[in-house]
């Protein structure tokens, strides 16, 4: 009896765990096919060199596509209208995704993200300028590299945004257009004074600059009518990142190339084996724009803003961004204007401008990281960009792609020598270029002087970075 006992109970202990791993396998099948209802397959990887119909974003990953969802955006400069087709787009292949985007005002907009995504929340994708990476990085997602990989990026974007947004291995965002510095001239003011060949190199600038500019008979210190709106910082629109492309173009080392220590007013050896300052010469030659005392005089404090003063017909060339055109226009829209490439100096071996623009990334707090970047790479597509171009009138981040509109061109020229600098915190190091202009033009400090405790305060703030 005993025996039979044991013998039963061995049995339905049998046919129970039969029953249950059946139950596990059954489960374990409907939740594989739940799981694939709801996400998109990742495709295998394609290669634009050997297939043309390959870019970046056709290859979104794991994407939910059955549960509702919603994706906050914040922006700045861009507003609702704009990105409305780029957003129907995305919904075309994921509908059940909502995207929400909210225009910021700029003079708030870093404190107040900052802010938010210290608490934990915040948007699921915001604006970003380029120069905020470094600063940010902590609180963006980067994409995954299923979704997005190095190589794709690189084959996609200009060098200048890989350089801006690809740190350490890691993609930390996207833009949809870039910018970079050109000069912008007034052609009925130069017609005036006969001119008809644009300023190409630094020596033709400073020559025109003194032949359209106009001073006050028998005061010599007023200035009625710029030849070029240089030399000063508060009144100068982006006068840092002016000094900064100057600064490049003599090869002043600005800094280390681990990004640890700046050198701007280091000394290099010239042909001759002598020494020289190239940061220091840059700094010098653009101060002496606004020196009373110098034949390059041309600008003082008393003028207005830079773009005021030429949307006015108060100054003959200025220097400046691509976004700097419609803000002219607003103020006069009859001006007639014209783009030329940033001034050169003669016989250096490379051309060179300087880039300042916004992009996308994503937040670190967000549940949806995939589906952010989801739509990040939609906004990629060539197709949207394109649309995205012809709507705003701005610079290609793209390789394959350019602007159309006029006075685009020049910009379309040279956004593959337009560099980027790196900036630990971009608002502080401007702002660090501008004493640095102060201390010249208001103070009366010398140039060498006024660029070692330039430098020393970068470095300072550089050492907190790390």
């Not at 297939?51 to 861009?78: M, Y």
């Not at 292949?93 to 404190?111: A, C, G, L, M, Q």
């Not at 210190?221 to 003599?250: C, H, K, P």
């Not at 200025?318 to 204007?337: A, D, M, T």
Request: aromatic share 12%; with cysteine.
């Amino acid at each position: 009896m005993i025996a039979d006992f044991f013998a039963d109970k061995k049995r339905i202990f049998i046919i129970g765990g039969l029953i249950v791993f059946f139950l596990l396998i059954v489960f374990g099948i409907i939740s594989v096919l739940n799981r694939e209802q709801n996400t998109v397959k990742v495709k295998p990887k394609c290669d634009p060199n050997v297939d043309p119909t390959c870019e970046i974003g056709i290859d979104p990953g794991n994407i939910n596509t059955k549960d509702e969802i919603t994706i906050n955006i914040w922006g700045v400069f861009d507003d609702s209208v704009t990105l409305q087709p780029l957003i129907d787009s995305f919904n075309r292949d994921y509908p059940n995704i909502k995207i929400v985007f909210s225009k910021k005002d700029y003079s708030d907009y870093e404190r107040n993200l900052i802010d938010e995504i210290a608490a934990g929340e915040g948007p699921d994708i915001f604006a970003v300028n380029n120069y905020w990476i470094p600063k940010h990085r902590s609180k963006m997602s980067p994409a995954a590299n299923s979704m997005l990989s190095i190589e794709e990026y690189n084959q996609t974007f200009i060098p200048s945004v890989y350089e801006d947004f690809v740190i350490d291995g890691k993609i930390y965002g996207i833009p949809l257009y870039t910018d970079n510095m050109a000069l912008i001239y007034n052609r009925d003011i130069l017609g005036k004074s006969n001119i008809y060949e644009v300023p190409k190199y630094w020596e033709d600038v400073l020559s025109t600059s003194k032949i359209i500019t106009k001073k006050q008979i028998g005061n010599p210190n007023e200035i009625e009518i710029a030849g070029i709106g240089i030399g000063t910082a508060d009144n100068v629109s982006r006068s840092s990142d002016i000094l900064l492309a100057m600064m490049m173009q003599t090869g002043t080392p600005i800094i280390s190339n681990d990004k640890r220590s700046y050198n701007f007013n280091q000394f290099r050896k010239n042909s001759e084996g002598l020494p020289e300052y190239p940061g220091t010469n840059a700094l010098s030659f653009y101060t002496s724009f606004a020196n009373p005392n110098t034949g390059s005089y041309s600008w003082n404090e008393k003028q207005m803003g830079t773009i005021e003063a030429f949307a006015n017909g108060k100054v003959g060339m200025i220097l400046g961004y691509n976004y700097f055109l419609p803000l002219i226009e607003k103020i006069n829209p009859s001006l007639k204007y014209g783009v030329s490439e940033l001034p050169q100096i003669k016989g250096a071996p490379e051309n060179i401008s300087i880039t300042n623009y916004w992009g996308w990334s994503v937040n670190r707090n967000t549940k949806y990281s995939n589906e952010a970047w989801a739509f990040l790479l939609s906004l990629s597509k060539k197709e949207n960009i394109q649309n995205y171009l012809s709507s705003t009138g701005r610079v290609s981040p793209r390789k394959d792609i350019k602007g159309t509109t006029i006075n685009i061109q020049v910009f379309e020229n040279q956004k593959s020598y337009a560099k980027t600098i790196f900036k630990p915190d971009a608002e502080k190091i401007d702002q660090i270029f501008d004493e640095m202009i102060n201390d010249v033009v208001k103070y009366k400090q010398s140039p060498q002087n006024s660029i070692d405790t330039a430098t020393r305060k970068a470095n300072e703030l550089l050492s907190k970075f790390y």
